[in-house]
């Protein structure tokens, strides 16, 4: 295990504050970029972040803090990106740095709404980054639970075993463990889909369909990713794992779950603004719901649950009838 890899983490939400925590514990320093300078300064003094995951302990003396987005792509050689997708494009406007040399990790779930693609194709695609050199964070896995140190599983994708390993072996500790595989792009479509499952289990619920429904929509969504993925990315690779199957039944069942809450507002009769207003947090199901439907509609793929939810979010249907006729459709 080498403590002095150099690797910097991107975001000050509660997924950045969750990685940080993991690599403090095996890491001499860790970098940590964050927009807000005031959070920077709070953290130095107090070893938490006040506005994200406050119980988690972080000692600030081992974090390397900057709001200066070109200091820390300059200094450290793996990026980590934990920032949400719906405003990846805007920090990484802020680039003077070259990216090229770079090892990218996307800790992300969604789409980049710009270019609809996934995080590590936007990165290779637009910063010429090789696949090679790209990496997925994932599985299931929930920030608050890393913070309250109970026993959680991640997926490191990466097609270099090497690279993965040495990401692997920077995040395991008593309470997480580490496995890796090299489906970069199924991985990373999967921690999108699962999110507009969430969502579409928080409609039900918030509708008023009970834990008999779910487990049938549950079921449903499983196939329907599978389906999904394999028009985009033909491999095998078993569905069942937890980077796939696991991670759709946490953000699915979790009552930690931010793509879940806001379905349960949808399904109580909120709008989509006053949902996202009653939330602290981003729930990147609803961005991932366009993205995939666009991506649907181009590879052909039968995906009932990703429609009704795409009906309610973005065409403004009701969702007491939409699930209605979502339900003669699942089996
Ligand atoms: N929270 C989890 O348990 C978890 C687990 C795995 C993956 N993820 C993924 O991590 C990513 C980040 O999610 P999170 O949970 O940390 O989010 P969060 O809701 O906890 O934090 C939101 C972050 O977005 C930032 N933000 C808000 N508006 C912004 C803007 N206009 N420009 C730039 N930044 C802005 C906030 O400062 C904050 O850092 C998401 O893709 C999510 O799916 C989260
Ligand atoms: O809280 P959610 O629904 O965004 O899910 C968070 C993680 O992706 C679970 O693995």
């Given amino acids: 295990m080498n403590k002095h890899q150099k690797i910097a983490v991107f975001g000050g939400g509660s997924w950045a504050t969750a990685i940080v925590k993991m690599l403090i514990e095996n890491l001499e320093t860790v970098g940590w970029y964050m927009r807000n300078e005031q959070t920077i ?14 119980s988690a302990e972080l000692d600030a003396n081992r974090l390397d803090l900057s709001s200066d987005i070109n200091y820390m792509v300059a200094k450290y050689d793996v990026l980590i990106f934990a920032i949400p997708s719906a405003f990846l494009t805007g920090e990484l406007s802020k680039l003077k740095e070259s990216l090229e040399s770079k090892t990218i990790f996307s800790a992300i779930k969604g789409i980049v709404p710009e270019t609809g693609l996934i995080v590590g194709e936007h990165f290779n695609r637009e910063y010429n980054i090789p696949l090679t050199n790209i990496g997925v964070i994932t599985g299931p896995c929930h920030a608050e639970e890393v913070a309250m140190e109970r026993l959680s599983y991640l997926t490191i994708a990466c097609q270099d075993e090497d690279i993965a390993k040495k990401m692997a072996e920077a995040l395991q500790s008593w309470y997480i463990n580490v496995k890796t595989t090299d489906d970069i ?14 969502v579409a289990a928080g409609i039900a619920h918030g509708l008023g369909y009970g834990d008999n429904f779910q487990s049938v929509l549950m079921s449903n969504a499983i196939r329907e990713m599978k389906r999904f993925i ?36 949808i399904g109580k009769g909120y709008t989509v603004k006053s949902a996202q207003h009653e939330m602290s947090m981003i729930a990147e199901g609803y961005y991932a719901t366009k993205s995939a439907y666009k991506i649907k509609e181009e590879k052909g793929a039968k995906t009932p649950i990703i429609d009704a939810v795409y009906n309610i979010l973005y065409d403004d249907k009701d ?13």
Avoid: Q, W
């Fill in 230 to 265: 394999k028009k985009v990315h033909k491999m095998k690779r078993n569905i069942n794992n937890s980077a796939y199957l696991g991670d759709l039944l946490v953000t699915g069942y979790s009552t930690f779950s931010r793509n879940r809450m806001f379905g349960n507002m």
């Fill in 185 to 198: 792009i199924g991985t990373e479509y999967a921690a999108v889909l699962k999110n507009i499952y969430a």
């Fill in 319 to 331: 969702p007491k009838k939409e699930f209605k006729k979502l339900t003669n459709k699942l089996d």
């Fill in 41 to 54: 300064a709070h953290i130095k003094e107090n070893d938490h972040n006040p506005k994200y995951l406050r």
